[in-house]
């Protein structure tokens, strides 16, 4: 491990603002790919911060079904347009954006008042069209977290006045890895781990990294601290520790199904394997908007990734 490196094999931005960075760390002993693999994996799309859109106050709106006189999208697609921004930087509490538009014209993300700190990543992405000179004005509430959160749970304090939205924190948009043999000029037999990143240019790929190798060094830095305890569990404890599926904690993010179906499942506040396999195929279809392909989707990933088949 004294020659562990890791070095950036690609690098790329596409129009969209996706960034993507293929990383090569070699020299690992044979068995440490995987289990280094799925630790980023996991870390990557479960445990990096992000900002985002949480709550949006429409002056003269009362709730998501209305209509604003002089704009051509309604509200609910207003909110959905707004979900489609990405913020960089932090915040350490709520903080809040203005929108101020008195004249015909389409509007994107770059009219937006923001936040000292916050910086917007799509600055052409569309969120609107006005036809009148009627003032449309937006008060959007931005704020940090971590996964992902549906409009109902509470990570705030929220106001009468303000339209809750499902938040998406999450600045990695997919994560791959791969093992390859190698050897040394010893002949010693080693791994090399080629980790595929691709975030919503929010962050970087390399910062990925960084902030990801440094959560799971804090992580065990805090079990070095604490000393082993001399208790002993009970045998019972043990038999109910044996017992726990090895998948049920597994977040649906690290299954990676499509958009459709990966909201489907967290609007019916599935978040874990466990959390879906309590669904029968049957019950998993009359779940809101997932149909047979969305079902057939997540019974092939689970069968693929984890070998699960449900019948």
Avoid at 101 to 125: C, D, F, S, W
Avoid at 145 to 169: P, R
């Amino acid at each position: 491990m004294v020659n562990l490196s890791i070095k950036c094999l690609k690098s790329e931005t596409t129009e969209a603002g996706i960034e993507y960075g293929q990383f090569l760390i070699n020299t690992l002993l044979p068995g440490q790919g995987i289990t280094i693999g799925n630790l980023f994996r996991r870390i990557l799309l479960g445990n990096l911060k992000g900002t985002t859109i949480t709550a949006v106050r429409i002056a003269g709106v009362n709730h998501e079904f209305s209509i604003i006189e002089g704009v051509r999208e309604d509200v609910l697609e207003l909110l959905l347009n707004l979900k489609g921004i990405i913020i960089k930087g932090h915040l350490l509490e709520a903080q809040f954006g203005k929108l101020k538009i008195q004249q015909p014209m389409i509007i994107t993300a770059n009219q937006i008042e923001l936040p000292e700190g916050l910086e917007i990543v799509n600055l052409n992405h569309y969120i609107a069209t006005t036809s009148t000179s009627n003032i449309l004005e937006i008060e959007l509430k931005f704020e940090t977290g971590v996964g992902y959160h549906l409009a109902s749970q509470l990570f705030s304090e929220q106001s009468e006045d303000f339209l809750q939205m499902d938040a998406i924190f999450m600045p990695i948009q997919k994560v791959d890895f791969k093992i390859e043999n190698a050897s040394n000029k010893t002949n010693e037999r080693k791994e090399n781990l080629i980790l595929d990143i691709w975030t919503n240019g929010s962050i970087s790929p390399e910062e990925a990294i960084y902030n990801a190798s440094q959560i799971i060094v804090d992580i065990f830095s805090a079990i070095l601290k604490n000393k082993f305890t001399d208790e002993v569990s009970s045998l019972n404890s043990q038999k109910s520790l044996n017992q726990v599926d090895p998948h049920t904690n597994i977040a649906i993010e690290e299954l990676q199904l499509s958009v459709r179906a990966y909201n489907c499942l967290k609007r019916a506040q599935i978040n874990t394997v466990g959390d879906l396999l309590k669904y029968s195929p049957e019950k998993l279809q009359e779940l809101k908007n997932f149909g047979r392909k969305s079902a057939d989707e997540v019974f092939v990933t689970l069968k693929n990734k984890l070998g699960i088949i449900l019948k």
